[in-house]
């Protein structure tokens, strides 16, 4: 199965300020089939971005994903108070479907 | 807007059976469109993702699970359920039941609240 891990395990930033976070995967991830999501305490994941940089409904515009083969990138330009949380990624080019560890973003 | 609850006991003895049940509202589990999934999350962790079932009852299983699971379907409830046997506490974890989307190279776009199943005599 295609492991995936996630860096930094917790990004400490400021409100407005830009956050990056890494997925690399253990082998390439067919057709950049790589979802991200959100998930704060208490909640179910929020899917965010699909097919590596497709936002999905009603995500805002300060999302954005990059990335193709083993290496991958969400990216939030200025950070909301509301981003502080969990982010998931997951790739579904090979089954298992597998999930990252997460990266935390918290406030610093 | 398509929602899901799961349902079932939030409390398993080991070696027993864990059942649960995911309702579908707000669109139809008939729908040629979409695989039902089933996700875990131990307390504190990351994602695991259990395995699927179409509309047709096939299914597809994690195979670091495949040999104590069952999935099945019941369309005329809009329902779908998971059985996990021999149950260890190991198996402690919230389970999530999620619509999968983009055929079957799947993502999860709707998911329910989840459900904290604790396996404990």
């Known amino acids: 199965e295609i492991v995936l891990t996630q860096s930094p395990g917790t990004l400490s930033l400021s409100p407005g300020e830009r956050a990056t976070l890494s997925c690399r995967a253990s082998q390439s991830v067919r057709s950049s089939y790589l979802a991200w999501y959100q998930q704060k305490p208490g909640q179910a994941p929020r899917l965010l971005i699909y097919?590596?940089?497709s936002r999905a409904t009603g995500i805002p515009d300060r999302f954005s994903g990059s990335g193709s083969g083993t290496a991958f990138t969400l990216t939030i330009s200025r950070l909301e108070p509301e981003d502080f949380a969990v982010y998931y990624c997951?790739?579904?080019?090979?089954?298992?479907?597998?999930f990252g560890q997460g990266t935390k973003v918290e406030i610093k | 807007q398509v929602q899901l609850q799961e349902a079932g006991p939030g409390l398993v003895k080991p070696s027993q059976t864990l059942s649960l049940t995911c309702s579908v509202s707000g669109g139809s589990i008939s729908s040629g469109n979409y695989y039902w999934s089933w996700i875990r999350q131990h307390p504190g962790k990351g994602l695991e993702w259990i395995g699927y079932i179409y509309y047709s009852g096939s299914t597809y299983y994690n195979p670091s699970l495949k040999s104590r699971v069952t999935m099945s379907v019941d369309t005329s409830k809009n329902q779908f359920s998971l059985k996990l046997s021999s149950v260890t506490a190991a198996d402690t974890a919230i389970y999530f039941c999620?619509?999968?989307?983009?055929?079957?190279?799947?993502?999860?776009?709707?998911w329910g609240q989840g459900t904290l199943v604790t396996v404990s005599s």
């Open positions: 097919g590596a940089s």
């Open positions: 997951q790739q579904y080019g090979s089954s298992p479907w597998t």
């Open positions: 999620a619509r999968g989307t983009n055929g079957y190279n799947q993502y999860f776009d709707f």
